[in-house]
């Protein structure tokens, strides 16, 4: 079997538990897992890139095969083509989820057919919890 390398991005601005789950089955997949940062310049974080990824090395730290890193100004498809990742993680909360992801996917085919993308989908309990949601709770108290 050839050697396969994936990856789990997001803004994780703060990292949830439905994020937690999606990195845990993905490093259960793939013997090399990275969870990456996606910095978008235009987008205003609660979190420094510092903060969000010591708090991921905190909660994926009894999990032997994870890597955090992070990217900036690439699309999802441009990072695991230039990082030479086999396969695209993606978390599944809601069909909006679903159909965002298929778009993406279809796009991805255009650049390079060679990546993957698994989509693991997220606990019941997980599927109203998002970071924005997070964020917004912690920011009104």
């Known amino acids: 079997m050839a050697e396969t390398k994936a990856f ?4 994780f601005d703060p ?3 439905g994020h937690l789950e999606v990195i845990k ?5 793939f013997e090399d897992f990275h969870v990456d940062i996606g910095l978008h310049p235009d ?10 990824v010591r708090m991921l090395e905190v909660v994926t730290g009894d999990i032997r095969n994870v890597k955090i890193g992070s990217y900036c100004g690439k699309l999802l498809i441009e990072h695991a083509v230039d ?10 909360r809601t069909a909006k989820d679903l159909e965002d992801e298929r778009v993406y996917y279809r796009f991805g085919e255009t650049v390079d ?6 989509l693991i989908p997220c606990a019941a309990e997980f599927e109203i919890v998002s970071s924005s949601f997070v964020k917004g709770l912690m920011t009104s108290t």
């Not at 789990?8 to 803004?11: M, N, R």
């Not at 089955?25 to 997949?29: C, D, P, Q, R, V």
């Not at 990082?83 to 599944?92: N, P, Q």
């Open 113 to 118: 057919r060679s990546v993957q993308t698994v």
């Open 8 to 11: 789990y991005a997001g803004s």
């Open 83 to 92: 990082e030479g990742f086999t396969h695209i993680v993606r978390g599944i």
């Open 25 to 29: 089955a993905g490093a259960e997949l």
């Open 15 to 17: 990292p949830t538990n």
């Open 43 to 52: 987008k205003s974080y609660l979190f420094t890139l510092e903060e969000r």
